[in-house]
């Protein structure tokens, strides 16, 4: 089938601070035709559709159009599960912002939803798609640092009420630096070491709240219903161990972001967060961290590229890489990772995955 034939029209909901990327992306990467926007505030996603030159539409007629065959879920994480449930009953595959859902039970009900209607569930990270990531995994297959060990993934800031325009429910369950932060980290290490077997760790709550000093919000008082700081221990199925720092509570620090630590060497992962590089690698006995060369690929602002890939692998007939069931596996880690530090236990993972099959060179080039 040509790439023509393999375009999924794309019906945006949630026109917030993330939905431009979306719309500029969505318009131009492969398998994708954006042709409709919604928000809960229609006059946010009039606004986008005067922008971007398409249809703007309320929630329900974007969901009934037989025009949209993908809904890409851009709303706040707490509305997530409604709507990309309500997108697969109206029989629209769905790719949906992270996290998938803001509990487990919840993100297993929109898995088990997609599988019974025979549609796709895709779901954001899909930075590891990118030229950066891919760099690192290829790296690791390759056998370049060796067995991997260990790695560390440090996450460390001071919240985003410093700059985003709504900054409210990132206090919220379902949010906190794990559910907004930790996807991107923990993506990236399942894309590098594969699955999860269980975790440990501790969680503690700093602020009872925040004062925003965003322009659009400047001094609202944000109350924190969430943990904002979390040290925890991983171990994957495949051996290797991690540890994982993920904080809103940290003004300053000198940390790196992912590192992955083999036998025969240490590789520095680029910030996750992101598309592209710089990936560096120092191998036993070397003096100095060297640069490696980045895979062809995305290396800019490419979100979205998880629903392009989604939209190529439903005309191929194989398995899309940022699928419902990684970020299933992300969120059981999120919710174990919370009752670890209640327990203060050992929490396995229910959940389990396969891991994303690597970009052939010629797919990533994109
Ligand atoms: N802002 C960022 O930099 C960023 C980056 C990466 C990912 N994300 C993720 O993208 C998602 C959206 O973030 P954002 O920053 O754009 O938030 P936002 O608050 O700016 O925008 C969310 C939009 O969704 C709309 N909305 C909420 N509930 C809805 C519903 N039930 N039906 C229809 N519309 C609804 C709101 O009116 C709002 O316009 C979140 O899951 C976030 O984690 C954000």
């Given at each position: 089938m040509?790439l023509q034939?393999a375009?999924?029209?794309v019906g945006?909901?949630g026109?917030?601070?993330?939905?431009?990327i979306?719309?500029k992306?969505c318009?131009v990467?492969?398998g994708?035709k954006?042709?409709a926007?919604?928000?809960a505030?229609?006059?946010?996603?009039?606004?986008?559709?005067?922008e971007h030159?398409i249809?703007?539409?309320s929630?329900?007629?974007l969901?009934e159009?037989?025009?949209?065959?993908?809904?890409v879920?851009l709303?706040?994480?707490?509305a997530?599960?409604?709507?990309?449930?309500?997108?697969l009953?109206?029989?629209?595959h769905?790719?949906?912002?992270k996290?998938l859902a803001?509990?487990?039970?919840?993100?297993?009900?929109?898995v088990?939803?997609?599988?019974?209607?025979?549609?796709?569930?895709?779901?954001a990270?899909?930075t590891?798609?990118?030229?950066?990531?891919?760099?690192c995994?290829?790296?690791?297959?390759?056998?370049?640092?060796?067995e991997p060990?260990?790695?560390?993934?440090f996450?460390?800031?001071h919240g985003p009420?410093?700059?985003?325009?709504?900054?409210a429910?990132?206090y919220?369950?379902?949010?906190?630096p794990?559910f907004?932060?930790?996807p991107?980290y923990?993506?990236?290490l399942?894309?590098?070491?594969?699955p999860v077997?269980?975790?440990s760790?501790?969680?503690r709550?700093?602020f009872?709240?925040?004062?925003?000093?965003?322009e659009?919000r400047?001094g609202?008082r944000l109350p924190?219903e969430?943990?904002?700081h979390y040290?925890?221990t991983?171990?994957f199925?495949?051996g290797?161990?991690?540890s994982?720092l993920i904080s809103?509570d940290v003004w300053?620090h000198?940390?790196?972001?992912?590192?992955?630590y083999g036998?025969?060497?240490?590789?520095?992962v680029?910030?996750p967060?992101t598309f592209?590089?710089p990936v560096?690698?120092?191998?036993?006995?070397?003096?100095?961290?060297r640069?490696a060369?980045l895979?062809?690929?995305?290396t800019?602002n490419s979100?979205g590229?998880?629903?392009?890939?989604?939209?190529?692998a439903?005309?191929?007939g194989r398995?899309?890489r940022?699928?419902?069931?990684?970020a299933?596996?992300?969120?059981?880690?999120?919710?174990?990772?919370?009752e670890?530090y209640e327990?203060a236990?050992?929490v396995k993972?229910?959940?389990?995955?396969?891991?994303?099959a690597?970009l052939p060179v010629?797919k990533?080039?994109g």
């Amino acid at each position: 089938m040509g790439l023509q034939a393999a375009k999924l029209r794309v019906g945006i909901i949630g026109c917030g601070n993330i939905s431009g990327i979306y719309m500029k992306n969505c318009r131009v990467l492969p398998g994708l035709k954006l042709v409709a926007c919604a928000d809960a505030l229609p006059e946010r996603a009039e606004a986008k559709a005067r922008e971007h030159g398409i249809d703007a539409l309320s929630v329900d007629a974007l969901l009934e159009s037989p025009e949209i065959d993908l809904v890409v879920d851009l709303t706040v994480p707490a509305a997530h599960s409604l709507v990309n449930q309500r997108a697969l009953e109206a029989g629209k595959h769905v790719y949906s912002e992270k996290p998938l859902a803001v509990t487990r039970a919840e993100g297993e009900a929109t898995v088990a939803l997609a599988e019974s209607r025979g549609l796709r569930v895709g779901c954001a990270p899909d930075t590891f798609l990118g030229a950066g990531l891919q760099t690192c995994i290829n790296l690791i297959d390759q056998g370049v640092i060796g067995e991997p060990v260990a790695a560390v993934a440090f996450m460390a800031g001071h919240g985003p009420e410093s700059w985003h325009p709504d900054p409210a429910f990132f206090y919220k369950q379902g949010a906190g630096p794990m559910f907004d932060m930790g996807p991107y980290y923990l993506t990236t290490l399942i894309a590098m070491l594969g699955p999860v077997a269980r975790i440990s760790g501790v969680a503690r709550k700093s602020f009872a709240e925040r004062i925003a000093t965003s322009e659009a919000r400047k001094g609202e008082r944000l109350p924190v219903e969430v943990p904002t700081h979390y040290a925890s221990t991983l171990e994957f199925a495949s051996g290797p161990v991690a540890s994982l720092l993920i904080s809103f509570d940290v003004w300053a620090h000198n940390l790196p972001r992912i590192e992955v630590y083999g036998s025969e060497g240490s590789l520095s992962v680029p910030d996750p967060n992101t598309f592209g590089g710089p990936v560096r690698v120092k191998l036993a006995g070397d003096a100095e961290w060297r640069e490696a060369p980045l895979a062809p690929g995305y290396t800019d602002n490419s979100r979205g590229l998880g629903a392009s890939d989604m939209a190529l692998a439903i005309a191929e007939g194989r398995p899309h890489r940022a699928s419902g069931q990684l970020a299933l596996h992300v969120l059981d880690l999120m919710e174990s990772a919370q009752e670890a530090y209640e327990t203060a236990q050992y929490v396995k993972l229910r959940s389990s995955v396969t891991r994303p099959a690597p970009l052939p060179v010629e797919k990533a080039v994109g």
